[in-house]
């Protein structure tokens, strides 16, 4: 199996962004992805600096892939999308149909926010050039396989494997609203939460954050206990946060290779985690669930 | 110019109540999870779906179907036997979502009309024109997420026709892109039809206030004084860095009678009515409103103003008793 790095879903600063990525180009990760997929409006990086960072993580060995947005609404959307999609180059990634649209006859990547349900809608989008597909969250395990019963040829699988999920999108800016700012004159008030804007219910209880446009589960998917139970999985892709990453990267790849027990590399992880973990959309239930483990004894027992 | 009125009907009383009172169009779904309002005791079986159809018919009325939530692998058969019955009772379209779902119904039934529902998240013309060119889809309802300029813009680009939303309970967020509920409930309007799904409801009162919960998550609180709605989970309140507030979107319906001119003048084809879940009397009320507005605009553009009356009529039927523009209405965002 290998390991992917999904694009950075948040605003962060042009340098954070170029350290970040340096630091990646020496991480255990074979497949970045990068781009903007949240919102038009982030443009601290332009489509020449998406370029540089990935000839350079391309010169370390990595396969780079360019992921479109998700919601594309407007003619200078669709421009910044052909820009992407005729970059002649790199793989892209589509996150729309419009996407898919200008990649048909290409090899492409149909990203998380296609719409693929089923083996009839996996063969479409095979036929149409797509050579790797990304599971939409929500699925479980159980459907996954079910899907893969009949696998197109070359086709390889990609689930999201670790992060805050991304759940949801939107015209309006939940995070302009959370300052009283118009979207249109939003201040980019999304680059002083790099983590999103965790949400909560009127108990206290951690629930959701909000990140732009885009809506989050506060919770950490984490898949990195279930990896034995992944023999139809291709690629597991981690997503990016502003700690830890290269950490969270290495901890997966120590448990692909055997080099460490489950109940070790959990106990690792929640050390790194800011937030709960939860793993029910793999196990077919509520995404926030958390299937228990002896980790929260562990951790419960102060060790 | 035209522009059709495309009304709700949960059952055969609603579906007359929309005839009856000017619709152009009724939508429909077949029971079960097959549509994305997979409520207990809704919707139509195949003879009921048959009766509606000659009842529309009779009365030079269209009926449309909609099949729009995405079929999984072992559960395929449903939906493509549910395309079977669609084309069986006559319908005059079927609505759909997934690609894969569309490829069969154009191959096996070519004669019948397609239409892409809002729960397949085409938010612009590349997206829409990829589903006419493989599926030969004739009309599309756009997701609530546009601006009426970036609709216009749309219209420019593409041969198919285009449904707005003009009333009804406002989706906040893109339409087939909202996992919101599944992340709360495990079901989500994807994969099982529901959004905020009433068996994980629950009321309770407490000291602090009338308490609604969707799988033990509270959404909200209410005062004595307070209206509470039906606890759709973007709708209730949160607490994000101390403040508490609606921090996803109020309980607000979308209402948009004013614009009608503007939808005429850039050759919107249909206007959508929320409320397939709502009875009889919601269908009654807010089919004749709107067939009255529409008449109105259709017969003085230039001069056409909202009547209050109908205003009020609404306000009456609205959820949460408001009213928004929502994203036609750039400043909403």
New interface residues.
């Given amino acids: 199996m290998k390991l992917s790095l999904g694009p950075i879903l948040y605003y962060w600063q042009r340098d954070a962004l170029f350290e970040f990525y340096e630091r990646i180009s020496d991480a255990q990760v074979d497949i970045v992805y990068l781009g903007e997929t949240v919102c038009s409006k982030r443009h601290i990086f332009r489509l020449e600096d998406w370029l540089a960072v990935a000839e350079k993580l391309a010169s370390a060995g990595k396969e780079v892939v360019l992921s479109t947005q998700?919601?594309?609404?407007?003619?200078s959307?669709?421009k910044t999308?052909r820009r992407l999609t005729e970059n002649g180059r790199f793989r892209v990634e589509a996150n729309?149909?419009?996407?898919?649209?200008?990649l048909?006859g290409n090899e492409f990547v149909a990203g998380p926010?296609i719409?693929t349900?089923?083996?009839?809608?996996?063969?479409?989008?095979t036929g149409l050039g797509a050579k790797r597909w990304v599971m939409?969250?929500?699925m479980s395990r159980q459907?996954l396989s079910?899907?893969l019963?009949d696998k197109p040829q070359d086709m390889e699988t990609e689930i999201f494997g670790y992060g805050r999920?991304p759940?949801?999108?939107?015209?309006?800016?939940?995070t302009a609203?959370?300052y009283n700012l118009?979207?249109?004159d939003c201040q980019f008030r999304c680059l002083d939460h790099p983590y999103g804007?965790?949400?909560?219910?009127?108990?206290?209880?951690p629930?959701?954050a909000?990140n732009g446009i885009q809506?989050q589960?506060s919770g950490i998917y984490n898949l990195l206990a279930e990896l034995d139970n992944m023999q139809q999985v291709d690629v597991l892709r981690v997503s990016p946060q502003p700690f830890y990453t290269e950490k969270v990267l290495a901890l997966f790849r120590q448990r692909l290779e055997g080099r460490l027990s489950v109940e070790e590399a959990q106990f690792q992880m929640a050390r790194l985690m800011a937030d709960a973990p939860c793993d029910?959309?793999w196990h077919?239930?509520?995404?926030?669930d958390q299937s228990t483990s002896n980790v929260d004894q562990r951790l419960s027992a102060g060790s | 110019m035209s522009l059709e009125l495309v009304c709700p009907a949960g059952s055969l009383p609603a579906l007359k109540a929309a005839v009856d009172n000017g619709a152009d169009c009724v939508y429909i779904g077949f029971r079960g999870n097959t549509n994305a309002r997979a409520f207990a005791g809704l919707n139509f079986d195949l003879p009921a779906a048959g009766e509606a159809v000659r009842y529309a018919h009779a009365r030079g009325k269209k009926v449309l179907l909609a099949l729009n939530t995405y079929p999984q692998a072992a559960t395929w058969q449903r939906w493509q036997q549910a395309v079977d019955h669609a084309a069986e009772a006559g319908v005059d379209a079927i609505i759909l979502a997934d690609a894969g779902l569309m490829r069969y119904a154009c191959r096996t039934y070519p004669e019948l009309r397609l239409h892409l529902s809002v729960q397949g998240s085409a938010t612009n013309y590349e997206a829409i024109n990829f589903y006419h060119e493989h599926f030969g889809i004739q009309r599309a309802v756009l997701p609530r997420v546009l601006s009426l300029t970036q609709v216009e813009q749309l219209l420019k680009h593409t041969p198919v026709e285009i449904e707005l939303f003009g009333f009804g309970g406002l989706c906040v967020m893109v339409e087939g892109r909202c996992m919101l509920s599944s992340y709360v409930t495990g079901e989500s309007p994807n994969t099982a039809g529901v959004c905020s799904p009433a068996k994980a409801v629950r009321w309770q009162q407490t000291r602090q206030g009338l308490e609604s919960r969707l799988n033990g998550v509270l959404l909200d609180r209410y005062a004595a004084s307070e209206n509470a709605g039906y606890p759709t989970l973007c709708k209730g309140r949160f607490e994000v860095s101390g403040e508490t507030y609606y921090a996803i979107e109020e309980p607000a319906s979308l209402n948009t009678l004013e614009l009608i001119p503007s939808m005429l003048h850039m050759g919107i084809s249909a206007i959508k009515i929320e409320g397939r879940q709502r009875s009889p009397v919601y269908v009654e009320q807010v089919t004749r409103v709107w067939r009255a507005a529409i008449d109105s605009a259709m017969r003085n553009t230039e001069n056409y103003a909202v009547d209050p009356a109908w205003m009020m009529q609404l306000n009456k039927l609205a959820e949460g008793q408001q009213n928004t523009l929502g994203a036609y209405h750039r400043p909403w965002k």
Avoid: W
């Fill in positions: 998700a919601l594309i609404e407007s003619e959307d669709l999308l729309d149909m419009g996407a898919v649209h200008l048909s926010h719409n349900y089923n083996p009839q809608t996996l063969a479409l989008l939409p969250v929500e459907m079910d899907i019963v999920l759940l949801a999108f939107s015209a309006r800016c939940f609203r959370h118009p979207k249109d804007l965790t949400l909560k219910t009127r108990e206290g209880q629930f959701l909000l809506t589960s029910g959309y077919g239930r509520a995404g926030m």
